[in-house]
T-cell receptor, first 114, second 115 residues
Framework: AQSVTQLDSHVSVSEGTPVLLRCNYSSSYSPSLFWYVQHPNKGLQLLLKYTSAATLVKGINGFEAEFKKSETSFHLTKPSAHMSDAAEYFCVVTVNQAGTALIFGKGTTLSVSS | EAGVAQSPRYKIIEKRQSVAFWCNPISGHATLYWYQQILGQGPKLLIQFQNNGVVDDSQLPKDRFSAERLKGVDSTLKIQPAKLEDSAVYLC?????????????FGSGTRLTVV
């Protein structure tokens, strides 16, 4: 069965420092992977997606993620954190090869201090 | 483009009462999903519609939850009777295609508290 594991439930960084949110996946096929962000009292927003093209994926707001098949990882990074990046981040995998629905990880809360 | 509309935003009910949530997807989106997000967890798929037909309801607790999408547009999700463990945010999402790669648009959700 397909699954994702977000290795950190909470990450704290200072403004201007790099962000790393870790995600490992398990899949019996070549998956599509996503990162979504959820700000308080807001809907989920797609940050970026990997769909078997380039392994380094660039998303919105300066975020990027690298698909590493050998490590079954899809970590999310950003060179310099901004206060507005504080939110809940979800790593997501498609439920089947057809990609008809999504399975979400448990989420990582990112806190950014000034 | 207007987003996915959900109502109400908040609802508090007593256990064993019934409750209904409403979702209006983006115009033209054939696929509609309901997800349940319990505090501290990621969203979990409850049911998926393609137009007005159910594609996947394997995770829906059918003894108390029901959902419909009449005319392939708006959808309602009902819980009857509610239990304490149903306290969660209920998210509706819609997509042009049943392929997740096309991208979902999520609504802001309905926060249900069962007391």
């Amino acid at each position: 069965a397909q699954s994702v594991t977000q290795l950190d439930s909470h990450v704290s960084v200072s403004e201007g420092t790099p962000v790393l949110l870790r995600c490992n996946y398990s899949s019996s096929y070549s998956p599509s992977l996503f990162w979504y962000v959820q700000h308080p009292n807001k809907g989920l927003q797609l940050l970026l997606k990997y769909t078997s093209a380039a392994t380094l994926v660039k998303g919105i707001n300066g975020f990027e993620a690298e698909f590493k098949k050998s490590e079954t990882s899809f970590h999310l990074t950003k060179p310099s954190a901004h206060m507005s990046d504080a939110a809940e981040y979800f790593c997501v995998v498609t439920v089947n090869q057809a990609g008809t629905a999504l399975i979400f990880g448990k989420g990582t809360t990112l806190s950014v201090s000034s | 483009e207007a987003g996915v509309a959900q109502s109400p935003r908040y609802k508090i009910i007593e256990k064993r009462q019934s409750v209904a949530f409403w979702c209006n997807p983006i115009s033209g989106h054939a696929t509609l999903y309901w997800y349940q997000q319990i505090l501290g967890q990621g969203p979990k798929l409850l049911i998926q519609f393609q137009n007005n037909g159910v594609v996947d309801d394997s995770q829906l607790p059918k003894d108390r939850f029901s959902a419909e999408r009449l005319k392939g547009v708006d959808s309602t999700l009902k819980i009857q009777p509610a239990k304490l463990e149903d306290s969660a945010v209920y998210l509706c999402a819609s997509s042009l295609s049943d392929r997740a790669n096309y991208g979902y648009t999520f609504g802001s959700g309905t926060r249900l508290t069962v007391v």
